[in-house]
């Protein structure tokens, strides 16, 4: 292969690429393509309604397979992609709406465009913006790819929006003022240049002529008597380029099927033995454009090719950044699923031990719970009430029955003090259920902060639910261990303060006037009081104990444990419902496959590109 032929033909692949991604600079696309898309030379058909176009896009094709005829014909631009194959290999089309179909016939090509067309506007005269792509396939064409537009008009005929004659030229402006598109300014050599619509179109978006290549059709069809060669020569309308003319197929030679290869031969000879025109001969026709324009857009690539292989650079970075941040392909044998499960689980309860530990926020919420909730729960106890004096002389007697008792009433003592433990039991529960709150927080911002989690909703769904049974269940035993602190403090009472009760009567006097005294209110009081400093101790001791069943049975097992049950379950599953664990987000499954079929392509171009700079 040529170097030229490499290079057009790298151009015309990193097209696909965009084609296939269906990238084409729209809107609505990716943010780097477009600009690939944008950055890549195209060649654009310009001209009016019949100034032959289509015609000349065939010729160079090689191939008949457009429509052509008078009237509006061409109706979407068709952007048409030229792939040159190895010898002998069948020729064919493909349109990108309909995909895996090839033609070989390209009588069904003319057809499948006409139908296309018909498609989105509907059998009138109306125009779409929407190009139809398709590609060709054959060993007999250069790599090359144009776009057909519809003609410009002047007037909007039956059936057409009065807006027809400004929408198609607005349509063909949007693609030839791209800085990149290469102009076909065709116009018919039997109407005068300086009336040509393709020439004004030109002019407006390529003032210095530098892109635009004029092409004079119908030759054949001028007056007796005159020629072009005023046009053809560059007088009446300088170019960077020189002129080309052509004669095409007339309406008679299309009816009557002559096929391209007589076309072409009828071409070379009427320039020839034109009079007028036998010395431009070499530089007339439309192999000769074709060659033109591939030895153009050799120059245009060659000289685009750095900021090309530096935008092919910038979008494969791009892609490689949003391929980390979708997390690659999950494996599809049951051990590398069980593997990618608990590495994920593991990352999951690294970041939840942080948040415990420390390094991460939350933890801290656990001793606040024990430095501010239990404390001020424990003061907010209602033992004013219970140790009211009315109470107290109320439960003393009912301890004492029928026979008040002697010194110190120790039933009452008792029943006091139970009935004050009692009390101790809601807050060593709420002090539980809280630790249980943070630690279900805890579960839940660490699945949310689990980067690697985020692609699998099952996964992170199943994982928590295990996490929160696991936690209830530390939630029960933290419960039964905190209330057995309680119950205990009241199964026994401690030994001293029961020593120390009749030394403290004694000291209030004689013996003889406490048992006198024994009905009074200080008697009560004094009780009560007893009572209060006994329950204060308690009170002190459960503020340091309960903290530390609560830490001994949830907090540590769930640094400890949080995940056992799920390994046991996750161990047992089978192939496929480990599969179903890594189910993943459909839209972001999509995304990633889209991904890498860009990154593919992409690497793939830059390949190419590398190559052709060496070579060249
Ligand atoms: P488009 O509307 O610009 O795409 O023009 P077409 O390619 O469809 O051509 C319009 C008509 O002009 C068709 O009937 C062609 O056969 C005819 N035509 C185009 N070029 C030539 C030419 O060089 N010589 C003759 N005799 N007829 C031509
Ligand atoms: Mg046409």
Known sequence: MTTMESL???????????????????????ATLPTLWEALPSVAVVGGQSSGKSSVLESIVGRDFLPRGSGIVTRRPLVLQLHKTEERQQEYAEFLHLPRRKFTDFALVRKEIQDETDRMTGKTKQISPVPIHLSIYSPYVVNLTLIDLPGLTKVAVEGQ??????????????????????ILAISPANQDIATSDAMKLAREVDPAGERTFGVLTKLDLMDKGTNALDVLEGRSYRLQQP????????????NKNVDMIAARRKEREYFATSPDYAHLASTMGSEYLAKLLSRHLESVIRARIPSITSLINKTINELE????????????????????????????????????DGGRPGGDRIYGIFDNQLPAALRKLPFDRHLSLQNVKKVVSEADGYQPHLIAPEQGY????EGALSYFRGPAEATVDAVHNVLKELVRKSVRETEELRRFPTLQAELAAAAYEALERFREDSRKTALRLVDMEASYLTVEFFRKLPQEVEKGGNPHASTIDRYSEGHFRRIGSNVSSYIGMVSEMLKNSIPKSAVYCQVREAKR????????????????????????????????????????????????????????
Request: net charge negative; charged share 30%.
């Open 243 to 254: 002129w080309v003319g052509i004669v095409n197929r007339s309406q008679a030679d299309i």
């Open 8 to 30: 057009i033909g790298l151009v015309n692949r990193i097209q696909r690429v965009c084609t296939v991604l269906g990238d084409f600079g729209d809107a609505d696309s990716g």
């Open 414 to 417: 008792r029943h006091l003090i």
């Open 161 to 182: 929006p009065d807006t027809i004659v400004e929408d198609i030229e607005n349509m063909v402006r949007s693609y030839v003022e791209k800085p990149n598109c290469i």
């Open 561 to 616: 444990s949080l995940l056992d049950q799920f390994y046991t379950q996750v161990g047992k599953k089978e192939g496929k419902e480990l599969g179903k664990l890594l189910d993943e987000d459909p839209a972001l499954m999509e995304r990633r496959q889209q991904c890498a079929r860009r990154l593919e392509l992409y690497q793939a171009a830059r390949e190419e590109v590398d190559s052709v700079s060496w070579t060249g």
């Open 321 to 356: 950044s949003e391929m980390d941040r979708l997390g690659r392909p999950v494996a599809v044998d049951s051990g590398g699923q069980l593997y990618t499960i608990l590495g994920l689980c593991r990352a999951f309860d690294r970041i939840f031990k942080e948040h415990l």
